[in-house]
């Protein structure tokens, strides 16, 4: 099992990428100010990477395996 840096380090790059992805969209798409687009960029973003990075971690404690790496690791 991964050290605890891995997992922060996943998370530091799910959060910064999640936010950029959020941000790019309020601010292109939706015509929105930065002032009021960043917060719940945010905010979204470190939620929606503690679920998933959370559910990787129970994954791979259970040792669930996942299907996709599988088939990546095989080629």
Known sequence: M???????????????SMFTLLLCIDLLMRNELFARAW?????WAVITSAIFIGIRY????????CSICERLDGQ
């Open 2 to 16: 991964p050290k605890l840096t891995h997992w922060i380090i996943q998370y530091i790059i799910a959060v910064s």
């Open 39 to 43: 917060p719940s960029a945010l905010a």
């Open 58 to 65: 129970r994954n791979m404690k259970r040792g669930i395996a």
